[in-house]
T-cell receptor, first 114, second 111 residues
Framework: DAGVIQSPRHEVTEMGQEVTLRCKPI?????LFWYRQTMMRGLELLIY????????DSGMPEDRFSAKMPNASFSTLKIQPSEPRDSAVYFC????????????FGPGTRLTVL | KQEVTQIPAALSVPEGENLVLNCSFT??????LQWFRQDPGKGLTSLLL?????REQTSGRLNASLDKSSGRSTLYIAASQPGDSATYLC??????????FGKGTSLLVTP
């Protein structure tokens, strides 16, 4: 298996622009997670899906952030409009079940908002 | 809210040394604990997963222990190598889905 795939790997944009991050989970995994990593706050969960349905989005910082999972093999995290404080590394992770199974992480997308 | 602390924040050791990384957490009602490795500019690689009912897990030169009652876990690396240089992250699962991460220990193994 290719593991969790994320694109783009790097994104540089200007404040106010829309940004879309993409994720393909490991085939067969029924849970998908979006995390954000910053120097100040470390790794934090933004939202997670089970069988394509959003279960908990309490970590999404603002209404400017939205996430979708139209099918079992694809998810997007969108920021509109983007702000400099959104600059971070965004990770997607997937797992088979949650409580007892490992989460596997993608390589991340490094977002820079100027 | 679960708080996860990793000590030390940074560690430098000569090649060949055995070393211990520490992780502590405030809420002992956990499902499991996972240790990750993160190389600069890269994603997280899962190293070991310890279920709440287990005391330790081993993989090669790595051994992770869990003392749930005291809220502590250690990652033991035997015979360290320069290739072990990375940031090691501890993550606790006490909600059934979200992982609560520590800030990590940055390890440098010098030749």
């Amino acid at each position: 298996d290719a593991g969790v795939i994320q694109s783009p790997r790097h994104e540089v944009t200007e404040m106010g622009q829309e940004v879309t991050l993409r994720c393909k989970p490991i085939s067969g995994h029924d849970y998908l997670f979006w995390y954000r990593q910053t120097m100040m706050r470390g790794l934090e969960l933004l939202i997670y899906f089970n069988n394509n349905v959003p279960i908990d989005d309490s970590g999404m910082p603002e209404d400017r952030f939205s996430a979708k999972m139209p099918n079992a093999s694809f998810s997007t995290l969108k920021i509109q409009p983007s702000e400099p404080r959104d600059s971070a590394v965004y990770f997607c992770a997937s797992s088979l079940g949650t409580v007892y199974n490992e989460q596997f992480f993608g390589p991340g997308t490094r977002l820079t908002v100027l | 809210k679960q708080e996860v602390t990793q000590i030390p924040a940074a560690l430098s050791v000569p090649e060949g040394e055995n070393l211990v990384l520490n992780c502590s957490f405030t809420d002992s009602a956990i499902y499991n604990l996972q240790w990750f490795r993160q190389d600069p500019g890269k994603g997280l690689t899962s190293l070991l997963l310890i279920q709440s009912s287990q005391r330790e897990q081993t993989s090669g030169r790595l051994n992770a222990s869990l003392d749930k009652s005291s809220g502590r876990s250690t990652l033991y690396i035997a015979a360290s190598q320069p290739g072990d240089s990375a940031t090691y992250l501890c993550a606790v699962n006490n909600s059934g889905y979200a992982l609560n991460f520590g800030k990590g220990t940055s390890l440098l193994v010098t030749p």
